[in-house]
């Protein structure tokens, strides 16, 4: 099983859509949790944090359950400024080997049309 | 504001051919991060920095050498360019290493 699992996509909604995606860790010593948005072609950007208590920035909302090791982004009212990538990133304070303390998902392509 | 700059953006090479990509940051932060991304295969960690003067592997090392020359700046190197390593590399960094990236823009290398 992948650390970070995300359902690629592409998810296609038309404008004021609602869209929710889904990620999925594995490591249970997982300790922080992030969504980054990467356009076409451009670098991966920080687009929010993921609290325990759930979190809201606008039209987005990060929810976090540790007990079923799942994460999830929801964006209301999607504009044509959402289509994006959205990546999924877990914080692992220790990890076996050699990969550091983060870790990303495949991300979720999201299109929005007129 | 600069934040991460990398160098060059755009490198075509030959097999066999070396280069090193450059990679500064301004927002003085501790750890730095070298990472490839390709189509289907997210962003994989190369080699990482927590703090000047320690490097250590990430996911996919082979065939890369890196260099924290200081705090600011974190060097990749490719010793004898194979078409695999055709990818686009991204530099990173942060203060504390747990969680918020501040990304290049990318620099796009192909290795004929």
């Known amino acids: 099983r992948k650390e970070v699992e995300q359902d690629p996509g592409p998810f296609n909604v038309p404008e004021g859509a609602t869209v929710a995606f889904n990620c999925t860790y594995s490591?249970?010593?997982?300790?922080?949790f992030f969504w980054y948005r990467q356009d076409c072609r451009k670098e991966p950007k920080l687009l929010m944090s993921?609290?325990?208590s759930g979190n809201e920035d606008g039209r987005f909302t990060a929810q976090l359950s540790r007990a079923s090791q799942y994460i999830s982004l929801l964006i209301r009212d999607s504009k044509l400024s959402d289509s994006a990538t959205y990546l999924c990133v877990v914080n692992i304070l220790y990890l076996p080997g050699s990969q550091g303390n983060l870790i990303f998902g495949k991300g979720t392509k999201l299109s929005v049309k007129p | 504001n600069a934040g991460v700059t990398q160098t060059p953006k755009f490198q075509v090479l030959k097999t066999g051919q070396s280069m090193t990509l450059q990679c500064a940051q301004d927002?003085?932060?501790?750890?730095m991060y070298w990472y490839r991304q390709d189509p289907g295969m997210g962003l994989r960690l190369i080699y990482y920095?927590?703090?000047?003067?320690?490097?250590d592997k990430g996911e996919v090392p082979n065939g890369y050498n890196v260099s924290r020359l200081n705090k600011r700046e974190f060097s990749l190197r490719l010793e004898s360019a194979a078409p695999s390593q055709t990818s686009v590399y991204f530099c990173?960094?942060?203060?504390?290493?747990?969680?918020?990236?501040?990304f290049g823009e990318g620099s796009r290398l192909t290795v004929l």
């Open positions: 490591n249970s010593a997982s300790q922080s």
């Open positions: 990173a960094s942060s203060y504390s290493g747990t969680g918020e990236l501040f």
């Open positions: 993921v609290y325990s």
């Open positions: 920095s927590a703090s000047e003067g320690t490097t």
């Open positions: 927002m003085n932060h501790n750890s």
